[in-house]
Structures are given as structure tokens and as C-alpha cells.
């Protein structure tokens, strides 16, 4: 295992920001700590980073224990050889780009001729060849996040943590960077850490994702499958399930099972496991298709009538809002692009059978 | 970068007349004294003082005397090791402040604020009685204890002394603003990249404050050329003179000679204007202060065995810098008179009464000046916030002509030395028709043009923080440009100018020099009544009221503290 | 004619309003000495109050004069103190603006004493009552000014630091070479007063004290505060120094007092009078002739001053002594005084640099 942390928890005085983690990352895995804000998932990496010193638990990078509560082990921070990119890019203001980049190899002493080599090569690597003399505050976003990256990749760092190293760049920006420090990551075969809340980013960037909510994981996983098979209706929502209904009551008919949402629409289900307590019914937006009611009565299952709300042409797709007649509002994405479906229009959505998910709340 | 300028919302008759007002004001408050002064340096005779006078050069060549020279030497022996000894001190207060986990914070911001409330007459006065001759009272101690050294504060080294430990607060002020301002994110990108404590500290954190630490320094330098109460008091008695106190002999002569009183006045002023020219031209353009971001939990560097240490280094300079006068001035303060045999006498309780300070306290003198010196500090902070509230307004809210050169003006005073500024003053005031001479209004007058620098730059960096946005949307909402400034700016600028106001009381209560050429017995301020009672030979009348004025001037300092914090 | 009655009424309220008349219109008499007379008087009290711009000290003048006049004749005395350069400075900047309100000035520097006079503001010629009992040294002829107090330089000496064996008594003893480096005198530059000792003691004592003195290491005060702290503190033994400074610090019990010598003194004199452009000439009138009168005068000795009046006695130290009269004290005359003032002073400042 590349990281191997073991009951991990830091408390802030009386707050508990992380409670009790465990975690193995494998070498060349790049790792998404997926949550909202508080959720721990920073202070998870400053721990990792030696940033902070965690209140009780081990971290271990490529085998060796960088922190154990119990044996008194703390590396410090500039013994870890751990690269970062951070939210703020971190630049130093007062140093040239080719400052910034050597610097990590001048606190190693590497020498001279060689530190030039390896900072131009990497410059090169992040597409900022020739910047080496600009000074660093005169750099766009994009490009300052670039010479963060290099800085961190000239160490060849076994291990790279990225800090939400996106969200300060505008959206063009960072599909690009996004495929950028994915491409290099693997590239070079380094075991990633990347935190995010953006659902997205993580499911884009991911190997594997790790929710976190207030302190504790929630589930881990390949993308694929933490988005197709989520264990709770709130990681469903975190990963984007925008139809959420909480489940009334349950019946059992010659079809399957038929549970009633709360509205009144009721809905066949084909569930993975026992409808029981707490539950609500999740589907994805892109699962539910809509067309114009053509005035008769919806006779199939899973037909709910209703009228349009919204009607957003997003580029690829269509986005559209439908409030059926118990009230409930659906989020449906067709990729069908067309205009007959307007704000005001009858519409009939339907949602398949086995793309509904009924999951616990929690 | 300043906010933009808003151009809606103001008639053309506005925009002309606002400027113009300002200017006229910033004339008379500041360049108009200037100008009496390079009239006088040119004339031989006093300014208008009805005598017969001719243009003359002969000013200018008659100051270069030997004692110039040495008065220039010892000027610069002064304000650069005062400077050296005071930025050092200051710095590391400030860094062990803002960046250290030593233990007992509050008590390390307390020592890196207390200079200001000793103000540096009392210091130097304090530091008289502890140091000078045979019976300065740390040299009773040694010789009781029976060590073979004195100290002796009458001489160059006893202002540099002063001058280090009692200006340590503001390159204080200024490094630790900086310091608290540098994105924690750049000194854990550094710990993260290899680099240890010290080499963060050398390759990060002081680069990152030096525009601070460098302004600060050229500041000092130029406030220590211009002191005037600290080598008087210390270095007068012996006739060692600086630049500031040549123009005060000069001017005391008989007869006096005013023309070259204002020609060494003009050598000075130029000396400290090239000063915080080069201050402004190195500061320009170099801001290193990055954006705050989320939630800044400032990294702490542990100072492992070096915590009592430094914590020790704290403690003494707090004894150094204020138990040690304070204690001299109670001492003081319950002596009939000055003469003490040995140790033993010092501490006697038959020579102890409090009979001078009731005395003292009584007096309907020193009623008087408290009294003055209030209502000047008041008037100048009420009078002060109003006017550098509407300049800053006008400098960095709009685009009327003359900004650049309004914001120029308002710096002039830092290089218009005081006691300069004073003399400067009374000669253009006496002949204004108005009844301002002789009355505390000149006293107000001196000091608003005084502190013209420091209450413009508060207030502005207040207002600077307030974004444009805020004012147009209420203009865009209906609002006129006075409502929106009356129902948007102002309140959300109280706090600032509240701050700003705090901090010009507290300077003007404290403010002795430009005073000395303007007050009458009847407007007599504090630090006046002080300096005229040293000048008697009334020590425990010096004592006593130096006790006042420090008991006064700490509880305000302390009460309007989280105010008195400066932007670099 | 009217009615007997009426008649008698008339009379009666004629008398009564003569005798209000008469009543206001009271001369000033204090231990029979006339200071003022009743139309002066009268004029002066509608004036009310006199405005005095002047050097000596609040802490002698207010109990002594101020305190007294204000007794003895029920007008205000507003008393402005400034040291003598301000004071010049002060009142050629107010004059020159045409603003000088002072009522009463009076100044210790002779030469700025003849500048106030060439620019016309001490040139109102007035004759107080008691003008021929002032001795001809103390008065202008035409009574423009006074010597309003007079005040001798004489040796101060720390009794703690000098045994009584070795107590000076004469000029000559600060060139004793036992106190080699104990001495202390102010410098020529502080004012008029220190100008007239430092040539007192080569005209009359000894034509090389200068350099004799120079040679024994005397320290040279730029102001009279350090010298007499210095003196208090027992840094030095013996000052060249005004008797007043030292009986004050004697008073607040330092172990410091004053010695006389019999041949002579220097003395420091401020010389006063009537502005030409203050607002209440009676007034000041009458405070210029209270300060001239015996009555004036035994205010003024208990201050340590000389009486202008030669009637009043003469002031004493706290030991009983008692000062010799002032006709035996040295002074510049004053047109010697401009004739003398720069050269002496660079030779002097050759000697001891300036101070």
C-alpha cells in the first residue's frame, strides 16, 4: 500500500473534525475524498501532508509510519516528501517562476546544473516552457496553478496531494487542468490524493472515491459503481440524483412492489433488498425521459402527468423541471434536442422500473 | 488597486469646488507653513515682524558653522542606531507575536504597544533620573552593589537608548500586520517543498514583510531626525545638539537668529522629504499582500527550548522600557527634592511624603492644561476624522481633478519636521485678521496639519476596503450620490473612522514639539506644563505630572487598542 | 420757591448723589502711601482687569504680585509668562500684526529692551507717584520703564557636599583648585543675566577668570534647569547661579544654599512698563504704580526680588541675611551693553563653544 492510515482522528478543542478513519491507497491510485464542506476530508489530507498532527491513529507512506499517536512518531512536514497543490496556487510572489519550481530542489541540495535540468524539463511537462524567468505574480490563474504542479512534480514525489486545486480557476480552465493532472498522474505513476466537493470533478478524476460526511466515510469505491449502486439516498444526492422522494407506504402487487411517494405518485419498483423504515425513492435525471402528453390519461406504469417548469438548453442536452399534479417537481435530461417542450407545456415523464433505487436515509 | 472611480452623481459645480476646498485646506494646514518657513530662511530679519529685511543668501552660508557639522553627525548617529536597535526589537516582538507559540501572547502585543503610552519626554525624563550622574538611580544601585560601571544617559549613547526601546511599537505595528496578512498556504507550500523552520522564516516569511520592515525603518529613521524633547532633555545639559535642537537654540538666542533658524530648518526638512521620498518610491507597486482566504488558522512555529527564552527577552524588555521608569517617577514624584546620598536614602520613608504630588494634582494650573489638552485632543479628533474622512472620499471614491496631488499633499507633513512646522505656523498665523493666535484653535491647527499622514491613511484603508459596488448599487437603486454616500459609505465606514478618531486623540494628547511656539500660559496642554516645570527645575512637580499623563495616556491606549492597528 | 419741604428733599438727594459721586471716585491709599488717584482709580475700575506679559516665574510672581494687587486694589491681573526669547518673539510677531494686547511687559534682556523700545511699544511715558523715591538706576527719566524686580547672582553651594570648613565665601573660590570639576556656571547665551556674571567675574574679580576657570574644568549649562538639578544632586558643589533658584530648591528641603560675597554681586533685572497699545492703560497705570509703591514693594522681597521703591526693605535669605542694597549691586549700564554684546560674546564662545 502506497498510504495506510489506521483510526485516524483529530479533534479542534471540542470539535471533532475527523473521527475515526481508515484507509489503504494503493501506489499509482488516485484517491477522491468526495464531501461537503466540514466533512473532514481536508484535514484528512493536512494529516497525511503532516500539516497537522492528528489526535490518535497512524499514517504510513510506502511503509514507513510518518505518524503514530501511540509511539510518538511525528515526521515533520519537510521530511515527508509529499508534493501539494493548493486551492490558492501558493506561489511565491516574490520569486521568478524557475524559483518557485528549484525550490524544493534547493532544500535538497541538489546542485546546481542539475536543479536547472530537471526544473526545465518539468516546466516543460506542465506546458510553461520559457516562463522560467517571469516573476510568479504575474502569471494568470491557470498558469499559476501550472507552476504549482511543476513544483511539486520536480521532486518526483511519490505521493501528490491536491487541495480543491480547481475551484479558483474558471470553468473552461478547469476541464483542461482537470485532464491535465489526471494525464500526469498517471503518467508518472503517482498515488494521488484529491479532494473536492464537485461530484464531477471526482467522478471524472477518480480510481476510487471515498464520501465523507462530518468526519466519517461513508462509502468507498470505483466511480461507476459508487454512482450507479449508492449505499444512501444522501450520497445519492451528493452524487447528483436530484429526484428524491421519500417513501409512504409500501404494497406488494402481482407486478412487483408498488410503493407510494409522498405527493401521491406511486411507483413500480424492482428493489435490490428489503423496502423497511426509513427509505426514499432515487433516480437519476438522465434515467427519466419525457415526452408531450398527448391528452390521454397515462396508462402505463411509472407515467406521471405533469407540466413543464423549465426548459434549459445546456448545449448537449436538455435540462427540464416537470411539477407533477401531486406537486412533486422531476428533474429529467433528455438529449434530445427539441422546442416543442416549453415552459407551460403538458408533459408526461416516465420513469423505468429498474432504474429507480430505493435506499435508506442516512 | 483603488476602487473605481464613481462618475455618476455628481454636478459639475461639485466637482470643481470639492477639490478646491480641499486643496485650500491642505494649503493652510500644510504647505502654507512650509512656505512662511523657506520665506524666512530667505529674509534677515524675523518674518513680519515689522522689521526692515533684504533677500539674502547669507543664511544658508552662515549655518555651516563646526557645530553644524556636528549637529548633522549627531543627527545621524541617532536616528540610525535608534533606527537598528528599535526595528530589531520591534521585529522580533512582532514575529514572536504573530508566528510563534510562545506562551503568554497578550503579554508580548502589551510590550510591543506599551511605547506608546510613555510618551518620549517622559521617557527621556525617567530615564534622566535613573541614569544620569552620581545619583541616577540604577547608578546608587551599582555603587551599593558595588560594581565599578555607570551609566551615563546624558550623551549620544543615552538617546540611542531611548530612541530604540521607546519606537519599537511602531515598526511593531507595521511588521506584524504584515506578518498576520502573509497566506499561511505560502509557508506550508514551503514546508511541504523540504524547507525547514529557519529557511521558511529566511526564504519566505521575510521577504514576504520586508516592503513592511523597510518602510518602517526609513520611517523611524526620519521620526528620530526630527525628535526633539528626548535630546533636549538628555543630551542638552552636556551641549550635545542635533539638527532639531540647533533650530530651538537658535531660536533662543538673544538675539535669536530666525533666518538661520529656518535655513537648518529647510536643511532638515530636506533631509527627511528625501527620506520618505525614497520610502514611497521603494513601497510602490510592491504589495505582497496576498488575499486572506478561507478561514486563516495561522500556523504557529514552535519554539521548542527557546520558549522561556523568548518569553524571558519579552519580561525584560517590559522591565526595561516601563517598570523601571514608572518606578523612578513614583519614587520621584514622593521626593521634596532631588538630592540623594546613596541607596539607602532613596528608599528612606522619612524623606518619602506625598505632600508635592497632592499639591501637584491639586493645582488649578494643572486642571487648566488637562482640561486644554482634552478639548485640543477631542477638536482635532472630531475635526480630524470629518476632514480626512471627506479627503480619502474624494482621493479614492471619485475622479475629480487634483486627486493624484491631493494624496501627494497629504503625505507632505511626514517630512515637515515639527518643531519646523511649529515655527512655520506661528509666523503665518500671527498675521491672519482671525482670533486663532494665542487660542487653543492654533494648537488644533498644528496638530490636524500634523497628522494629516496618519489620519488620511486609516481612514483610507478603511474606505479602500468598502467596494464600489456597494455605493452604485444604491445609486442604481435611486439614491443620490450624497444619500448613498450618507446611507451606505458612512455607516459601513463608522467603525474605520471610529478607529481613526481613536488613534488621532491619542496622538494629540501626546504631542509636544509643534505646541512649543504656540501655546500661552492660558493654553497650556499637559506636555507642556511638563516640559515648563523641567525647564524650573521642578522635579517632583515633573514627576508627579508625568505620572498623569502616563496613567491617562495608557488607559486610553488600552481602551481604544484593537484600533490602533496600521496598514502598511 | 417750592415747598420748604421740597427744598430740603432737593438738598438732601444732592447730597446723597455727591456722596454716591464721591464714593466711586476714591483715590487708591494704602498704608498712606497714594498709589493711584480717584480719576484714575475710576477709569481703571471700569477697565477692570490688566493683562501682564512677563518672565518671571508663575511660582514667584503669582503669589507676590498677582496675588497682592489683586487684594489691594479689586482689578484682575491675567499674568502670561514667557522666557525671554518667546517672550520677544511673541510680542514682535503680535505687534508687527498690530495685535499685541499686552497691557503690561516686561523683559530681563536690555538689548530687546531697546528694540521694544525703537519699535514703539514700551515708549509711554508715565511717572508713577512714587518717582523720586526710585533710585535713578531703576527708572527711565521719563518713566518708560522700571527695573520691576531685580534679582542678584551669588554662589549656591550643596552643603552636603561641601563641609562647613571648606564653605566658600568669596568669588574668588570657584577658582579654588580643590573644586576642580565641582563647578558650574550657565552659559553666556542663556540670557542677560548670565551675560552680566560671566563679565562681572573678569571685570571685577579677576581679568583671567575665563581662562582660569576654563582650566579647572567648570561645567558650562546651556540652561539654568540642568545647572541647578546638577547642583541639587550634589554632581556638582558650587554654581554661579541666582539666589532665588537656590532658597527655592533650599525650601523644599535640598541641602542646597545660597552665599553672598561681599564684594559684589551681578545682578538680573527685568525691566517693565506700560505698552503703548493695550486695551486698559488705567489699569495698567495702576498696576505700573503698585509695583513701584513700598507696598508693592514688600510684596515683591518676599519673593527674594528688590523693591523698586528705595523706601521698602531689603529682601533676606532664609537664613536671616540680609541683601545688600541694590545701589551695591554691578550692572552693564545699558549703552555700554550694546557696545560690548558681540564682541564678549565671541570671545567667549572661542573660549566654551556654543552653548
Redesign the interface.
Known sequence: MSISIRGLRKQFGETVAVASLSLDIAEGEMRVLLGPSGCGKTTTMRCIAGLDAPTAGEIAIRGRTVFSAKDGINMPVNQRRVGMVFQSYAIWPHLTVFENVSFPLEMEGVPRAEIRQRVEDTLALVGLAGFGSRGASYLSGGQMQRVALARSLVMKPSVLLFDEPLSNLDARLRDHLRIELRELQTQFNITGVYVTHDQREALAVADKITVMRAGETLQTGAPIDIYQQPRSSQIAEFLGYTNIFAVESVASCSAGTRVRIRGGSELHVRPAGLIDGDMSVCVRPDDVSIRLSDGALATRPNCIPGTVTLASFMGTHMQYRVRAETGAVWEAISPRLSSDLRVGSAAIIEVPRDRILVLPNG | MAGQATVAGFGTVGRAALPAALFAALGILVVLPFLTLAYASFISA?P????ASAWTFANYIDIW?P?MMRAIGNTLVVSLFGTAIAMTIGTLLAWLAARSDIPCRPLVHLAGMMPLFLSLIVAALCWSLLGS???GYLNLVFSALGLPFRINMQSLAGIVFVHGVYYVSLPFLYVHSALTLV?P??E?????????LR?TLT??TF??V?PAIVGSALLLVVLMAEEFPVPQILA??T?IETLSIRIY?L??????S?GQASAVAMVLTAFVGLLVYTQRRMLAGRD?R?VT?KGLQV?RFPLGRWRWIALGFVCLYIVIAVVLPLAALVLTALR??????SLAALFDPA?LSTE?LRETLASP?VADSLKNSLLAAVSTAAFGGLFYFVLSYAVYRTDVWGRRALEFLAMVPLALPALVMGLGI??TW??VPLPV??TLAILVIAYLGRFTPQGFRAISSSMLQIHTDLEEAAMVAGASKGRAVRRIVWPLMRAGVAAAMVVLFVLALRELTASL?LY???TRVLSIVIYEE???????AVASLSLIYTLLLGALSLAGRRWMQVRA | MAHPVIRLSALLLGWALLAQGAAHAQALVIDGEEIADATLMDAARKEGRVLWYGTWPERNFNPSVKANFEKDTGLKLDFIRLPTQSMYQRVTAEAGAQRLSADVLDITDPTLLAQFMDKGILNVAHKVPSFGRISAGAKDEQGRWYAFFRLPVALGVNTAVVKPQDMPAHWIDLLDPKWKGMTSASSLDVGGSAFATWVFLREKIDPNFWQRWRDLGVHVYPAVAPAIADLVRGETAIAAMGVTTVEQQAGTGAPVKAVLPPEGMPILTAWGGLTSVGRNPHAAAVAVNWIASKRGGAALIQQGAYAVNSDAPLPKLRDGTVFPPAESLWEIPKDRWEEIRTPVSEEWRRLFGRR
Do not use: C
Open positions: 524675523a513680519f515682524s515689522g522689521d558653522s557645530e550622574g552620581r545619583s497566506h498556504d505560502l506550508e507550500a514551503a514546508a511541504i517543498h523540504g524547507a525547514s529557511r526564504r519566505v521577504p514576504l520586508k542638552g545639559p551641549g537654540n531660536m533662543h538666542e538673544v538675539p535669536a530666525e505582497f496576498t482566504g500556523r521634596s527634592n532631588l538630592y540623594i546620598s524623606q508635592r494650573a506661528l509666523w500671527a498675521n493666535y494665542g511656539f500661552t500660559t492660558d523641567y525647564e524650573n527645575g521642578g522635579w517632583s
